[in-house]
């Protein structure tokens, strides 16, 4: 088994970060955990996850901080040039959580995915 460390991305109020926290430790897992409000999104971090999960699946469409947002600048995010710089701009559009563990990156709440990450 990997000792590679997993990452969770995301802002701890929020109810997918959470599902996804109790569930990690439920089943015995370390994880550290990268809080958004307080230590803001690595460039690198946004970076690798668009190297491997699609741009559209990475902004959350759906949230108030999308429907707050500028039509105009709605409108602007086409790939991953600008889905990079609104993420970086304005972290609340990422969809919640974001778990990393090596080159494998996992948006939402996934347990499935999780536990074959993990196990």
């Known amino acids: 088994m990997s000792k590679t ?3 969770v991305y995301g802002i701890p109020n929020c109810d997918s970060v959470k599902k996804a926290r109790v569930w990690l430790t439920d ?12 230590q803001g999104v690595p460039p690198e971090a946004v970076d690798l996850w668009l190297q491997h999960v699609s741009w559209d699946v990475l902004v959350n469409r759906k949230g108030t901080t999308w429907r707050k947002l500028d039509p105009a600048l709605q409108a602007s995010v086409v790939d ?15 969809k919640r959580p974001v778990v990393v563990k090596g080159a494998t990156v996992i948006v939402g709440v996934n347990p499935e995915a999780w536990a074959r990450v993990v196990g």
């Open 80 to 94: 991953n040039a600008s889905a990079r710089a609104l993420m970086l701009e304005h972290a609340s559009v990422i």
């Open 27 to 38: 089943h015995g897992v370390d994880y550290v955990f990268h809080d958004f409000k307080k």
């Open 5 to 7: 460390t997993i990452t």
